[in-house]
T-cell receptor, first 114, second 114 residues
Framework: AQSVTQLGSHVSVSEGALVLLRCNYS??????LFWYVQYPNQGLQLLLK??????LVKGINGFEAEFKKSETSFHLTKPSAHMSDAAEYFC????????????FGIGTKLQVIP | DVKVTQSSRYLVKRTGEKVFLECVQDMDHENMFWYRQDPGLGLRLIYF???????EKGDIPEGYSVSREKKERFSLILESASTNQTSMYLCASSSPPLGENGYTFGSGTRLTVV
């Protein structure tokens, strides 16, 4: 079984400041990890994903995430927040070699303050 | 541009009505999924399908059923709508391996049951 915990349902940052959204996972086998972004009144869009190989993953819109197996974490970062980054972000996990189901975290709403 | 299309963005239905939510994808994906999204609960899997005429229960199937008669179409059915089914419903599709491709989501249907 797998699970995801997102720390902080709401995060506020100033425009230009570092964005850090936290995600920890639990998995019995090596996981695949994802971050999705949801803008208001829209569906979810894949931001980035970790499968195998390089543990630092770069995604769209300047975001990146680092897979840390020892910490069971996959935190999302962006060096400088932009107003357009205001959205809800979901961390997700699925198991390698298994069914195609994905388990999502509860989401973190990012507010960017001008 | 690849797409998952949900037939309605907003729906208002009365308690006890039978409700159909339609989802169509044009990517020839084998796998399709229905989630509901509620504040503080994230996304919860209702049903999924790996192939035509196949369906599997997700985490919260009670009160729902699904139909997949064609590969591109996956319908969610609320047999007798209740107010606790007021929610945002998200359809997604994927092609294996999921770890490489992730999900493609539709824009969502916001259902209100009165």
């Amino acid at each position: 079984a797998q699970s995801v915990t997102q720390l902080g349902s709401h995060v506020s940052v100033s425009e230009g400041a570092l964005v850090l959204l936290r995600c920890n996972y639990s998995s019995s086998v090596p996981p695949y990890l994802f971050w999705y972004v949801q803008y208001p009144n829209q569906g979810l869009q894949l931001l980035l994903k970790y499968t195998t190989g390089a543990t630092l993953v770069k995604g769209i819109n300047g975001f990146e995430a680092e897979f840390k197996k020892s910490e069971t974490s996959f935190h999302l970062t962006k060096p400088s927040a932009h107003m357009s980054d205001a959205a809800e972000y979901f961390c997700a996990v699925t198991l390698t070699g298994g069914y195609q189901k994905v388990t999502f975290g509860i989401g973190t709403k990012l507010q960017v303050i001008p | 541009d690849v797409k998952v299309t949900q037939s309605s963005r907003y729906l208002v239905k009365r308690t006890g009505e039978k409700v159909f939510l339609e989802c169509v994808q044009d990517m020839d994906h084998e796998n399709m999924f229905w989630y509901r999204q509620d504040p503080g609960l994230g996304l919860r899997l209702i049903y999924f399908s790996y192939d035509v005429k196949m369906k599997e229960k997700g985490d919260i199937p009670e009160g729902y059923s699904v139909s997949r008669e064609k590969k591109e179409r996956f319908s969610l059915i609320l047999e007798s709508a209740s107010t606790n089914q007021t929610s945002m419903y998200l359809c997604a599709s994927s092609s294996p391996p999921l770890g490489e491709n992730g999900y493609t989501f539709g824009s969502g249907t916001r259902l209100t049951v009165v």
